[in-house]
């Protein structure tokens, strides 16, 4: 078996299967030269040509473990019809959805179509791995958990404070929770489609989980993930699912306990022991841990990234582990520091 599928079963291998979360992207020039021929990111993304080619670039360089569909999470709401625009250097833009009644300007019936070419792209991912012969790498499937992709619905784009947001889920909980529930259900069409052309696991990234109290964070969080994961596995039972709610620090426990993921995968700020104690060990089966080096020490590189990476490492000698970043590879980051980190992960620790 693929080691890093075997890992998410829960075996130990002898060095960390690893891959890096944001792997394909503009730290990498051959992604760079694509991307100024794409003329807009969302035209890439819809290519499936370039849409594989991007998302083979990282293996051919590091041989990764697993690679990562090339998509976006934000092609959930542009699928449903809202305005998604990325402009170079500014992030990406939405028209606002502040209310119940700005609802029904979402719609399904172009869904399906606007989505096709992403599942061309998992099955093309999958026929040129094996035609490269990147036969021991797992293909891994994504989408942007529901809390996370209704944060940019809302605030339209990054933000600061999620005012907006937290405005409509403490004012009218009952509206926003339809929005969560279009978003939960595209969310799941969604991921079954990319199982259906050739994605082998699946990543749940939601990036702001850590914004909300504990109260909300169960509702808003742990509740739209468990209602993913359970309809998931009830048609694709083998298939894995990792979980990466990012910031949300010792509420980390519940969201492994209520969830349903199969995996975690664990940010910067997580202490690797804490993570062993209270996420690992406390299942019935040891559940395997990802992550969690500093995007920033990988962009310094030298020997701190060498050291940090094997005290990492050290931690979870022995246990179900799958090295990566604890959020995206830094775009400046030099190449010559993720080959650096590549081979220091593939020495492993004794
Ligand atoms: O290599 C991979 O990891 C696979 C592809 C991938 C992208 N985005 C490509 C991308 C994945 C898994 C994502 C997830 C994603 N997208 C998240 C969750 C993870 C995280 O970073 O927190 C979020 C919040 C988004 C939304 C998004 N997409 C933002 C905020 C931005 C702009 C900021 C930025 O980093 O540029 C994007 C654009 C984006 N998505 C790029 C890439 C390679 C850069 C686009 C470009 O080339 O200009």
Redesign the pocket.
């Known amino acids: 078996m693929k080691p890093f599928l075997a890992t998410l079963q829960g075996t130990v291998q002898k060095t960390p299967p690893f891959w890096f979360?944001?792997?394909?992207?503009?730290y990498l020039p051959e992604?760079r030269e694509l991307?100024a021929k794409a003329g807009g990111?969302l035209n890439?993304v819809f290519n499936p040509d370039m849409a594989v080619e991007v998302?083979l670039q990282?293996l051919r360089r590091f041989n990764m473990d697993a690679a990562?569909?090339?998509?976006?999470?934000?092609v959930i709401p542009h699928a449903l019809n809202q305005n998604v625009s990325?402009t170079?250097g500014e992030?990406?833009k939405l028209n606002p959805l502040r209310c119940e009644a700005d609802l029904s300007l979402l719609s399904k019936d172009r869904f399906d179509e606007i989505l096709e070419p992403v599942y061309e792209t998992v099955r093309g991912i999958r026929k040129n791995m094996i035609r490269e012969k990147f036969s021991d790498t797992a293909l891994i499937g994504?989408a942007?958990a529901p809390w996370?992709v209704a944060c940019?619905m809302v605030e339209g784009g990054?933000s600061r404070d999620f005012i907006n947001i937290k405005n409509w889920i403490y004012t009218d909980p009952e509206g926003f929770s339809k929005l969560i529930d279009i978003v939960v259900e595209a969310t799941i069409c969604y991921l079954k489609k990319q199982i259906e052309a050739g994605a082998e696991a699946i990543?749940i990234?939601d990036?702001?989980s850590g914004v909300l109290d504990e109260k909300q964070f169960r509702r808003w969080v742990i509740d739209p993930t468990h209602r993913i994961t359970q309809n998931l596995k009830k048609t694709y039972p083998d298939i894995p699912i990792i979980g990466f709610p990012?910031g949300a620090g010792p509420l980390y426990r519940d969201y492994v306990q209520k969830t349903g993921i199969t995996a975690i995968s664990i940010d910067s700020q997580i202490p690797t022991e804490w993570a062993v104690e209270n996420l690992q060990t406390q299942q019935s089966v040891q559940m395997s841990i990802q992550g969690n080096l500093d995007p920033a020490c990988l962009l310094a590189g030298g020997d701190m990234l060498r050291e940090t990476a094997e005290n990492i490492m050290a931690t979870f000698s022995g246990k179900p582990f799958i090295f990566n970043l604890g959020?995206?590879i830094i775009?400046e980051t030099p190449p010559e520091h993720v080959e650096q980190l590549v081979s220091v992960i593939r020495r492993g620790v004794s």
Do not use: C, E, N, V
């Open positions: 979360m944001r792997q394909a992207g503009r992604y991307r990111f890439m998302t990282p990562i569909l090339f998509s976006d999470i934000l990325f170079a992030g990406p994504f942007g996370t940019y990054g990543q990234f990036s702001w990012r959020h995206g775009k």
